[in-house]
C-alpha cells in the first residue's frame, strides 16, 4: 500500500522538492528512504540528516507506515538494531501487507551477529518475519537468501533438524526471483557470513 507523501525540501541539500517527485534534481537523494541498498554512499552524518527529517515529519504523522519504514532502515543502516526494530513494527502495525518492513524486521531482529549465535527463539522468530514477507511478495530473492543464511549458519552449522524450506528449496527458489546485487551486498555486510560456498550461491 502506498501512502500520498508530500514531501517540500530535500533532507540532505535543502532544496525545494518537485510536486510528486520521489528524488532530488540537485542532489538526486531521496526523498523517502525505502531499501538499504538506496542508502549506499551514506556517511552517518547524511543519514541523521534522514533520520531527522523523518522525525519532523512524524510529529505530524506519526502513523505513516512509509515513513515509520524509512526510519527504521535508516536505523538498521547505523547498527542501532533494537530503535529499527521498534519503527518496522510500526509499519507493518499500519499496513500489515507491507512485505519489506517483515524482512527488515529480520535483519534487525539478527542484530549483526553471527546465525549460529543466535537463541532458537530468535531464529525462530527471524523465520516467521521471512516468511511473511514471502507470502505477501515472494519475488525478491533476499528473502529467500536471508533465510538461507538462518538455514545454513543456525541450523546446519549446530547440527539441528531443517524443517521445509531446506537449504536445498531456498537456493531452487532465490535463484529464480528478482536479485538485486546492491540490497543483497547490504544485506551481507549485517549479516556476517563467512562460508565461501554459501556466500558464492547467494551473490551469484
Keep these: 500500500m502506498s501512502e500520498s507523501i508530500k514531501v ?8 525545494p522538492a518537485a510536486r510528486s517527485a520521489n528524488k532530488c534534481a540537485y542532489c538526486e537523494a531521496e526523498f523517502i528512504v525505502t ?18 527529517h523523518y ?12 515513513i515509520n519504514l524509512a526510519m527504521g532502515i535508516c536505523y538498521l543502516d547505523l547498527g542501532l538494531y533494537d530503535l529499527a526494530a521498534k519503527f ?19 535483519l534487525a531482529a539478527i542484530k549483526g551477529r553471527k546465525p549460529k549465535l543466535l537463541t532458537f527463539p530468535e531464529v525462530k522468530k527471524v523465520e516467521e518475519y521471512l516468511n511473511a514477507a514471502i507470502q505477501i511478495d515472494g519475488s525478491k530473492a533476499t ?11 543456525f541450523y546446519v552449522k549446530n547440527g539441528l533438524k531443517i524443517n521445509p524450506p531446506t537449504v536445498e528449496d531456498l537456493i531452487a527458489q532465490g535463484s ?10 547490504k544485506m551481507i555486510s549485517r549479516v556476517p557470513v563467512t562460508d565461501e560456498e554459501l556466500l558464492s550461491v547467494i551473490t551469484r
Design 143 to 153: 528473502y529467500y537468501y536471508l533465510w538461507l543464511i538462518i538455514k545454513h549458519e
Design 35 to 52: 531499501s538499504i541498498a538506496s542508502l549506499d554512499g551514506f556517511d552517518k552524518t547524511a543519514i541523521n540528516r534522514y533520520i531527522s
Design 176 to 185: 529464480c526471483r528478482n536479485y538485486d546485487k546492491q540490497e543483497i551486498a
Design 8 to 15: 517540500e525540501t530535500c533532507p540532505q541539500c535543502g532544496a
Design 88 to 106: 518496522f513494527s510500526k509499519a507493518i502495525e499500519v499496513v500489515p501487507d507491507r512485505a519489506d518492513g517483515y524482512y527488515y524486521h529480520a
Design 55 to 66: 522525525k519532523d515529519r512524524l510529529k505530524g504523522e506519526p502513523d505513516n507506515s512509509e
